[in-house]
C-alpha cells in the first residue's frame, strides 16, 4: 500500500471519527434545519404551470398559398413552419404588445398585488411578468408558451389567451403592410384603366370623322379608287379621295391609340390578378400557427419542490457546520501548540 493510499485512509478514518465525535451536535442541528426549512416550504404559496405548445405556419401570404398559380410562387398553406418562422413566432411573443394585453387582459398589477400608486410599479409588473411567462422553441421547432401562477385554472387561462392572441397580433402587423400594398396596386389599376378609358374616348371622336379600322379603310378605299378611277367616275373619285385626306390626317393617331390601348389591357389584366391577390391579403384572416396542445388547469405543483429544499437545505446546514468545527479544531490544535512552545 502506498503512502498517498495510507494518507487517504488515515484522513477518511479520521474525519468520521472527528463526525462521530460531534454526532449529536450534528444530529441537533440537523433536525433543526429539517425542521425549520419544512416549515419555510410550506409557507412558500404554491406555484402551477400550464403550457401550450404549437408550430407556426410556413405561409404568410394568403394570397400566395390560394390564389397564386404557378407551382414556384405557390405555397403549400399546411405546412409547417422551420426555424426562421420560429423565431419569428418567439420575437412576437415577446413584443410588449402582447405584454400589455396580458396584463390588462388578467388585471396583473392587482393579482400580483403590485401597489399601483409605487414609482416604480411598472419594473415590478415587468419583472414579474418575465418571471411568470417563458417562451421557448423545443428540438422540433415548436414553440412552448408556459405561464405559472398560483391559480392553476388562470395560468391555463392565461397560456391559451396568449396562443389565440398571437394570430390577432401577428394578422395586424401584416395587414398594415398589406393595406398599403393594396392601395398602391389599386392607385395604379385605376389610374391605368382611366387611360384606357380616356384613350377610348379619342376614338370615338375619331370614329365620328369616319376613321374606325385605318388599315382596312384605307386597304378598301385604295380598291375603290382603282375600280373608279378605270370607270372615269369623278365624283367618285373624289369622293374617296377625301376620305382617303381624312385617314391620312386621322389614321396613324387612331393606329397608335389602338395598339397602346391593347398593350395597356394587357397590363390591366396583370394588375387585376395582383389587385385581387392584394385585396385577400388585406382583408382576409389566416391562422398563423398549428396548436399541438392548448393549456389545461394543471393538478400537481410545479414550484416549490418541498422535499428537495428540505434536503439541500439539512445537507448545506450540515456541510456548513462541518467546516465550522473543523476550523474551530484546527485554531484549537494551534492555539495548544503555541502554548506548548512557549
Known amino acids: ?24 451536535l450534528f444530529l441537533v442541528v440537523g433536525l433543526i434545519t429539517a425542521i425549520g ?30 390564389l397564386t398559380q404557378t407551382a414556384t410562387a405557390k405555397q403549400d398553406i399546411l405546412e409547417f413552419g422551420e426555424e426562421e418562422q420560429a423565431e419569428q413566432m418567439l420575437q412576437v411573443l415577446h413584443s ?24 416604480n410599479k411598472l419594473a415590478k409588473l415587468y419583472s414579474k411578468y418575465d418571471d411568470n411567462f417563458s417562451f421557448r422553441r423545443t428540438q422540433y421547432m415548436a414553440v412552448e408558451i408556459r405561464v405559472t401562477d398560483k391559480d392553476p385554472q388562470l395560468a391555463a387561462d392565461m397560456a391559451n389567451y396568449i396562443a389565440n392572441l398571437y394570430d390577432t397580433i401577428k394578422n395586424n402587423l401584416q395587414k ?26 379619342i376614338l370615338d371622336s375619331l370614329s365620328l ?3 374606325q379600322n385605318y388599315e382596312r379603310q384605307t386597304e378598301r378605299l385604295y380598291e375603290g379608287l382603282a375600280r373608279e378611277i378605270g370607270k372615269g367616275n369623278t365624283p367618285a373619285i373624289l369622293a374617296i379621295q377625301r376620305q382617303l385626306d381624312t385617314l391620312a390626317k386621322y389614321g396613324p393617331t387612331y393606329a397608335t391609340i389602338s395598339q397602346e390601348i391593347e398593350n395597356n389591357l394587357k397590363k390591366l389584366a396583370d394588375l387585376k390578378a395582383k389587385l385581387s391577390e392584394a385585396k385577400v391579403d388585406a382583408i382576409s384572416f389566416l391562422p ?12 400537481k405543483k410545479s414550484f416549490p419542490p418541498r422535499t428537495i429544499i428540505v434536503i439541500v437545505s439539512t445537507f448545506s446546514a450540515l456541510f456548513l457546520l462541518l467546516i465550522i468545527l473543523l476550523l474551530h479544531d484546527l485554531y484549537k490544535s494551534f492555539k495548544e501548540k503555541e502554548q506548548k512552545q512557549a
Open 176 to 201: 398594415q403592410r398589406a393595406e398599403k400594398a393594396y392601395q398602391i396596386v389599386k392607385e395604379e389599376y385605376d389610374a391605368l384603366l382611366e387611360d384606357i378609358m380616356q384613350k377610348k374616348r
Open 37 to 66: 426549512s419544512a416549515i419555510i416550504s410550506l409557507l412558500i404559496p404554491n406555484q402551477y404551470s400550464a403550457s401550450v405548445i404549437m408550430f407556426p405556419t410556413s405561409t404568410n401570404a394568403i394570397s400566395k398559398a390560394l
Open 1 to 24: 500500500m502506498s503512502i498517498l493510499q495510507k494518507k487517504s485512509q488515515f484522513d477518511s478514518s479520521n474525519l468520521v471519527y472527528f463526525i462521530f465525535r460531534w454526532r449529536k
Open 209 to 211: 370623322k369616319g376613321v
Open 288 to 299: 398563423q400557427k398549428f396548436v399541438v396542445d392548448y393549456a389545461y388547469k394543471p393538478e
Open 96 to 119: 410588449n404588445e402582447i405584454r400589455q394585453k396580458v396584463i390588462q387582459k388578467f388585471n396583473l398589477l392587482e393579482h400580483y398585488k403590485i401597489n399601483p400608486n409605487a414609482k
